[in-house]
């Protein structure tokens, strides 16, 4: 019995077997039933058989003109050098030792016809490819190609094209087939993931300290996590970043490949520091357009001026949003980094001047207690808060992705409550996501 399945031509054939007096069927599928010569054509055997209590221990292919083949697996690759009509059949044992034989019909055709049809398809391929490409935007589009290395596949199909106007011979079309087959053109390419606008957080994690000062000005003069409480102290404070994200996949010669991934960042500097954004030497990155930047150590920086409000990148690397090796921070030279230290009180002030002092701080106690709540406030609070900035992270996300959904402030809140929030967090993170004052309450 012949079935069609997406273009394949396909034989289906009911097995008998007997086992004692114990009678079953089994449904064997065997494609294609067509082949050509010269070309390495995959057979593959489907099978009602095999459960997960019952497996196939061996497959012996008997191709019909004196070849013969073992696998383990239900699939080969076997070329035929000669036109005609062969019976493949194919003869397998299964983990209860019961043997399973069948006899198939193939037609091998000669290579002109494939070669034909081959090259059909591909120009086809390719057209649809450029057609996607062109609908993008000039970075999208210009990646993609070259993620894809479109043009060295224009190349190869105009040689196709040209030896095929000459060609007249099998072993001419033999030729042509096989050039095709390394032609690898996706048969389809598609937006497979995207996020657009959305607030930018980066992970602990992702910040590098010696990138930065190798990549922006100033050394080290604290502790690593005084630095890291700097920057997020600055970023949370004085700037905001923004960020979409596509990922583009393809599908080629049936397995879905992910392409490219290509990143807007947008920037809104509401201090006065001019800090750099940081990446990581992906794969194949590349930008927009010239920023300036500089590459060291695995690392490539860019500094943030006022004039640059966005910045585009992409890369081959499979990497998502979720884990984009970036971070932004001023220079070290920039950041406010406690010494720990209060200093050293001179030996022989006076007891007046002690007196004074004392006096002083006892009348501004009130000022500077309030002082040093809003400080704590505006500083510490939120890593009081979110001692893993990853929680920070994820719920703003969440927030932000609710809002997109017109979900309202109350379900968001609800929903929040109900994952194991406490309501001080999800104040917090609702205020900071509304842009409101997240410091002391006073």
Do not use: C
Not at 162 to 183: F, G, H, P, V
Not at 332 to 351: A, M, Q, R, T, Y
């Amino acid at each position: 019995m012949l079935k069609r399945i997406a273009g394949f031509v396909f034989v289906l054939m009911v097995l008998v077997f007997t086992i004692g007096s114990v009678s079953a069927e089994a449904e064997i599928l065997v494609y294609p039933s067509v082949t050509y010569v010269g070309f390495s054509q995959p057979f593959r055997v489907l099978n009602s058989i095999e459960t997960n209590e019952t497996t196939i221990k061996i497959f012996n292919w008997d191709f019909g003109n004196g070849d013969k083949k073992t696998t383990s697996v239900g699939n080969i690759i076997y070329t035929y050098n000669e036109t005609g009509d062969y019976d493949l059949k194919i003869n397998f044992t299964d983990s209860k030792n019961v043997t399973y034989t069948g006899t198939f019909d193939v037609e091998v055709l000669p290579a002109k016809a494939k070669a034909q049809s081959l090259m059909t398809e591909k120009l086809t391929q390719l057209k649809n490819v450029s057609a996607f490409i062109s609908a993008q935007n000039v970075f999208y589009g210009d990646s993609l190609k070259s993620a894809l290395g479109l043009g060295d596949i224009e190349l190869a199909i105009a040689n196709v094209q040209k030896k095929n106007a000459s060609a007249s011979s099998d072993a001419n079309y033999e030729e042509l087939l096989s050039l095709l087959l390394d032609i690898n053109i996706p048969q389809s390419i598609y937006v497979s993931e995207s996020l657009a606008n959305s607030p930018f957080y980066f992970e602990e994690s992702k910040i590098d300290l010696s990138a930065l000062e190798e990549l922006g000005s100033g050394t080290k003069e604290g502790t690593n996590e005084q630095y890291v409480d700097a920057i997020y102290y600055w970023y949370n404070n004085d700037f905001e970043s923004t960020f979409s994200y596509k990922k583009y996949s393809a599908y080629i010669d049936g397995e879905k490949v992910n392409v490219l991934n290509v990143f807007e960042m947008g920037f809104n500097n509401k201090g006065g520091l001019v800090p750099y954004l940081i990446v990581d030497d992906l794969e194949n990155l590349k930008f927009d357009k010239s920023y300036g930047e500089k590459k060291k150590s695995g690392s490539v920086g860019i500094e943030i001026k006022d004039s640059v409000k966005k910045i585009i990148f992409s890369t081959t690397q499979d990497i998502g949003f979720e884990n984009l090796p970036v971070f932004i921070s001023p220079a070290l030279e920039d950041l406010s980094v406690s010494s720990g230290s209060g200093g050293e009180i001179v030996e022989g002030i006076s007891k007046w001047v002690w007196f004074t002092l004392i006096l002083i701080l006892l009348l501004g106690i009130g000022v500077g207690v309030y002082v040093f709540l809003k400080i704590w406030y505006d500083k510490k609070y939120e890593a009081h808060l979110f001692p893993n900035k990853n929680d920070l992270y994820n719920m703003v996300s969440y927030v932000h992705s609710s809002k997109q959904k017109k979900m309202n402030n109350s379900d968001i809140e609800k929903n929040l409550k109900k994952a194991g929030w406490s309501s001080e967090k999800i104040s917090y993170v609702m205020k900071k996501y509304a842009g409101k004052k997240t410091g002391m309450p006073i």
